[in-house]
């Protein structure tokens, strides 16, 4: 059993026949997990700021540093901006 077995399917893809801004999300995950950096951004490039988001929101929940919020602020309009800019490539592209 790998962790490929319990990803979950593309709702979008599925019944539309294309892919949400989300698709390769959790690809990208098992490759970062796996060590496969640059595959993981090849297939999602917004998984690391997704992963920063991720830790800065987790780490601020225990601890306060001087500019969390801003860090957050940041890191979501990098994030959506990264997601919106891959979703549209994808979609010139295909």
């Known amino acids: 059993m790998t962790l490929e077995n319990y990803m979950l399917p593309c709702l979008s893809k599925t019944l539309f026949g ?3 801004m989300g698709c390769g999300f959790q690809r990208a995950f098992i490759l970062v997990f796996k060590g496969h950096f640059v595959d993981a951004f090849l297939m999602y490039p917004a998984i690391y700021p997704l992963l920063m988001l991720g830790s800065i929101i987790i780490i601020s929940r225990f601890y306060k540093f ?13 994030s959506v901006g ?7 490539i994808k979609q010139i592209i295909l």
């Open 18 to 20: 294309f892919e949400c």
């Open 66 to 78: 001087k500019f969390y919020q801003k860090s957050i602020n940041l890191l979501s309009i990098i």
């Open 82 to 88: 990264v997601i919106m800019t891959n979703y549209i």
